[in-house]
């Protein structure tokens, strides 16, 4: 297993905190499934995971080089990321920093809700930050094959999005009311960014101490 199990599962818990907090994917998905009905959801749902997996390709490829160029700077960037996640963490504890919902629009063809779905996640620079933020951090480089680790953790992610993203996609009226209300939002985002700071705060702690 390329990895360890107590890693796949701290990875999974801080990779759950952040799917479960609203963002441009969950209102695309949610939009789209309120306008144009499931179909159309569940075509915008697959197109997150298909900009996943080109993140997942790039992640490979990119924290490949630099783990093989420098150990140094590799380290640099799974400092940067842990902070990141604290920025994270932060945000979510201040008013207004869920998305939400606009007015009704237009029904779309499936195709189109993939096809959106897709850019609106590859072009996220949000999402880019949150591969190198993540997968850095839970790379342990002693067990080798860091190909097969990345991949594996990639894997884990979109698993998680996929449980969570479709059945939204199914009830997506219910859970557009769910989301909206203030209550839920900052619990959601207060939940959520305690634990990112969490992760941040252990996953600094490791790299500099």
Known sequence: MPVDPATLLAFAL?????????GPDTILILRYALTSGHTAGFAAVAGVQIGLMVHTLLAVVGISVIIASSPVLFRIVAIAGAAYLAWLGIQA???????????ARQ???????????????????KVIMLFLALLPNFV??????????LVMLSATLIVINV???APMAWAANGIRRWLLRPRV???????TGLILL???ALLLYEHLI
């Open 14 to 22: 801080a990779v759950l905190a952040i799917v479960l907090s609203p």
């Open 107 to 125: 029904p779309v063809s499936a195709a189109k809700a993939c096809r959106d779905a897709i850019l609106t996640n590859v072009l996220n620079p």
């Open 93 to 103: 504890f201040r008013e207004g920093g869920l998305v939400t919902l606009d007015g």
């Open 198 to 200: 969490m992760f941040a």
């Open 140 to 149: 342990v480089i002693g067990r080798g094959d860091v190909p097969a680790q």
């Open 163 to 165: 449980a969570w993203q």
């Open 185 to 191: 939002q900052r619990t959601v985002s207060r939940v």
